[in-house]
């Protein structure tokens, strides 16, 4: 005998449209109609039934707040599949920082807001992810925070150089032409979160400064928040030199995605090594973001998750 649940809203409307109540149907195996401001959910299944419910209930809810995307609504019906929904209700408003333009930054999974609770909480948080998961541009957001609120002095930014091999006096022009092709995502990040002329005025203060991992040999890191980003292409032996460069009043996050190592064959990567080596570590913390985290163009989830599945068949 079908059983049924009624969902009265507002905004059902704006999630009616773009086929999201459909691929709510598909995925739980029920049966959704819409009756003016009522959506109608039919199953034989109570579990199907539920799941339903919670995934519209929650976009209504969603939509009453700004635009429904499908990215959106895949992410609740992964999250009303593993009964998480309601953790994301209650967290998802928490704003981590407000860029000049006025825009909200804010962790928009659960996966992420771990990942940012772990920066608040600990000297040194190591986050790995895939493509789009926001590890990069959170940590410079907390970064950019911490600098604003003067819980630290200096931002420092570093990546390897992976293509250059670390030897940088093969490429032409000054140090900054050098390394500015692999620090351009950093910069942009910063653009967006100070405005370009505040940003410009720290760096030219020295109070912002991004460079390549080579040159973080011998300095001692004081009052500083350190981000080391794509850490998947530093080596064991770059990865200890880095955090051995820690010092007082230091928060460092270490963020990085397995499935891009450039690094040659039969090299390790430091991003595992460390993980492994500092897993029980007091005042470390080790955040591993998901396929659901992404929150670039839903493609992008899609792309990831066909690469691992062939990964995963030529494993067999």
């Known amino acids: 005998m079908a059983m049924e649940e009624r969902i009265v809203s507002n905004n059902i409307k704006d999630i009616s449209t773009g086929g999201f109540l459909d691929r709510i149907a598909d995925a739980f195996s029920v049966s ?3 009756d003016g401001n009522c959506c109608v959910i039919e199953s034989d299944d109570n579990l199907s039934l539920s799941r339903a419910h919670t995934a519209v209930d929650s976009l209504c809810t969603l939509a009453g707040e700004g635009d429904v995307d499908t990215r959106l609504v895949d992410y609740m019906i992964y999250l009303a599949s593993n009964g998480e929904a309601e953790d994301f209700m209650k967290v998802r408003d928490d704003i981590l920082y407000t860029t000049p333009s006025g825009r909200p930054v804010k962790a928009k999974t ?6 940012t609770d772990a920066l608040k909480r600990n000297e040194l948080v190591i986050c790995s992810g895939p493509a789009g998961s926001g590890k990069t ?21 570093t990546r390897p150089a992976v293509e250059a091999g670390e030897r940088l006096g093969f490429l032409p022009g000054d140090i900054e032409e050098k390394v500015n092709p692999y620090m351009r995502p950093i910069y942009d990040a910063l ?10 005025r720290y760096y030219e203060k020295g109070l912002i400064e991004v460079s390549p991992l080579a040159f973080m040999r011998g300095r001692n890191l004081d009052d500083a928040f350190v981000l080391l980003d794509e850490a998947q292409n530093t080596t064991a032996e770059q990865m200890k030199m880095f955090l051995t460069r820690l ?3 230091c928060k460092a996050c270490v963020c990085g995605d397995f499935t891009q190592i450039d690094l040659p064959r039969g090299v390790s990567s430091g991003l595992y090594d460390c993980m492994k080596v500092l897993e029980n570590v007091e005042g470390v913390s080790i955040v591993s973001l998901k396929n659901a985290d992404i929150v670039r163009n839903p493609l992008v989830q899609r792309i990831v998750e066909a690469y691992d599945k062939a990964q995963e068949g030529n494993k067999v």
């Open 32 to 34: 959704i109609e819409i």
């Open 110 to 115: 659960l996966g992420q807001k771990f990942y």
């Open 137 to 157: 541009f959170l940590g410079v957001a907390m970064a950019v925070k911490a600098f604003r609120n003067r819980e630290v002095s200096r931002i420092i930014l």
């Open 191 to 200: 653009s967006v979160l100070l405005g370009q002329e505040l940003f410009d």
């Open 247 to 249: 010092g007082i009043n």
